[in-house]
């Protein structure tokens, strides 16, 4: 798979086969997050990889799913995730959270994940305090994401869009993911007060 296959067949999943990943590809994702640019070259960051199945229920218990597809939007007994990355800031290394820096490692973790068959769903509404208790984390780390991790049991798709940007599951449980039209989102050179309108 080329980057640009990634690049347009990623998606947030939520439904997950049971399939274990192997330990060895866990790595091998956290070894593209490392990669990710970083402010400084700092690299601010440690990767908590979670498979063991008891630890992987009580992560699950701290993370919320989907908020516009409501109750149906969490994974139900059977589809959860196998595995998380969780992204943890060192404030040994840097003091103040790099936000971008994190975002940038997940995004490279998400397009490999693809690459290698492997679903994942980027999560920021996440209770920090009560998962750094179940990790036993020490004070200098703070979680910044979890990315949930797992073979696909779902479709997603991307569409126009139309009235809304909510995502949603049509008859068939594909996740539909309206994205912005590229000309209405592309400014070229300087701003032109007719380009005003938002599609």
Known sequence: MDIWQAIETRRSIRRFTEKKIPFSDLQK????A????????LQPWRFLLVDNPVQCEKVFSTLAWAAYLGPAGRPKEGERPVAYTVFLHDTEIRG???VADHAAAVENLLLAAVSMGIGGCWIGSIEKENLAKILNLPESLHIVFVVALGYPAEDACIEPVRETIR???DKEGVQRVPKRNVETLTIQNSFDEKRKKKI
């Open 34 to 41: 490392s990669l990710a640019p970083s402010g400084g070259n």
């Open 29 to 32: 994702l956290v070894y593209a």
């Open 167 to 169: 995502y949603w599951r």
């Open 96 to 98: 103040e959270i790099a």
